[in-house]
């Protein structure tokens, strides 16, 4: 069914026991941020992480034609995208304009994230390039 979430801007936490739906919750909003995993390491890993998202869309949304919308304030300025899964279209309203029809790309330039999957924050702990990576990349 549908939901909504409401992120405080500082600081979030979801917490819950093993399969409540944190991790579903957070690849909604990465599939919906049009994210693209980072690639560090293993590109098998990140093979797996894709499929499982791809996996995860087709299943609970794509069945349904549902759709993942996100509105975010950015420099005091609302954004709303709105990606469905049956037609593929991904939409972008910024301020009071009138939804756009975008790219992936145009919202990973709008909207930046990244990801990472648990064990490439592991690997951050115990390999200093990594860490060294996971600090860079985002700055570039």
Not at 23 to 28: F, R, W
Not at 45 to 57: A, F, G, M
Not at 90 to 116: A, T
């Amino acid at each position: 069914g549908s939901f909504n979430i409401k992120f405080n801007q500082q600081y979030n936490a979801l917490i819950g026991g093993r399969g409540t739906g944190k991790s579903t919750i957070l690849e909604y909003i990465r599939w919906g941020l049009c994210d693209q995993t980072v690639k560090i390491g293993n590109y098998e890993e990140l093979d797996i992480i894709q499929n499982r998202r791809d996996t995860l869309i087709r299943k609970t949304l794509t069945a349904v034609s549902g759709e993942v919308r996100i509105t975010m304030v950015k420099n005091d300025v609302r954004h709303i995208v709105k990606r469905n899964s049956a037609s593929r279209e991904i939409l972008l309203k910024i301020g009071d304009n009138e939804f756009q029809k975008v790219s992936e790309e145009d919202i990973r330039k709008v909207l930046p994230i990244q990801s990472y999957s648990q064990k490439q924050l592991s690997d951050v702990g115990v390999k200093t390039e990594e860490l060294k990576r996971f600090i860079e990349q985002p700055i570039k």
